[in-house]
């Protein structure tokens, strides 16, 4: 029976927010979900959406699609908490024309083990659980660009993010490349947070990326992680020669401190080791 991958997402620390805040990141995040549903709706089995307080939840074809989901989820929400689980298996209560939360099955109960154990997960963002003994090994790889970037500042997310919707990391054409100006129309609003805004003011930072996304456009070049790197025993697909200058002309920032940011907030080898991640659920799972 074919495999499937579900996706648990838990909002950290939620109830902490005043009432206003949690309520304006709430609808942000409602709105984060439905356009990367749009982004992703080739690899979905079923929508991802609320499923029960602060919790999110999503059905996918494949692990890679799911990884990837969550891993553009935490940079549009940021610097929001999350944590995650993945679970991969059968999926055999199918109810037609139901939503995720009407579904069951092993891929559900996988999830839910999965992110029940992240508690005890120290360093970890993320777990997938397939019941396999490879599943020791690929935690701690689809966790080392999580562990580079955990403590980004906003300002070197919101350029991540960038490079990002520059040239986007899929596989195998999980991510629909023509949708991705939804992406970028998201920060508009997201810039509108009290929170967000609040959290951006409280910081030494003066630079804010996204403040002027909305007066520009540009075209994304997607890299495939199925695809052969330049080598058999590294990965260095993740840095595409013309980058820091295409961001330094559409930021109107200075290419060396585009550069020093790369370097101090480890983007190029956040990016290679989520290819390396996905390489290895290509090879394993």
Known sequence: MKNYTALIIDLKSSRSYSVEDRN???NYIITVIQNLNEVFSGSLSRDVEF????EVQGLFVSPESAYLYFRMFSMLISPVEIRAGIGVGEWNVKVENASTTAQDGPVYHNARYAIDNLKDAIGYSVLLYSGSKVDLFLNAVINTSFALTNNHSEYQNELMLLSELLYPIDYRQVIGHNKISLIS???TSKNKLNYYTYYKKSKSVKKYPFDKIEYISFESFPIDAAANDDSTFYVSGGKKR???TQLSEILNISRQS?????KVANIYEARNSTIVALKFMDEYL
């Not at 499923?51 to 602060?54: E, F, L, P, R, V």
């Not at 585009?258 to 790369?262: A, D, G, L, S, V």
């Open 185 to 187: 129309k998201l920060i």
């Open 24 to 26: 304006s990141i709430q």
């Open 51 to 54: 499923s029960a307080g602060d």
């Open 242 to 244: 013309g980058m820091i």
């Open 258 to 262: 585009i550069e020093k940011t790369f």
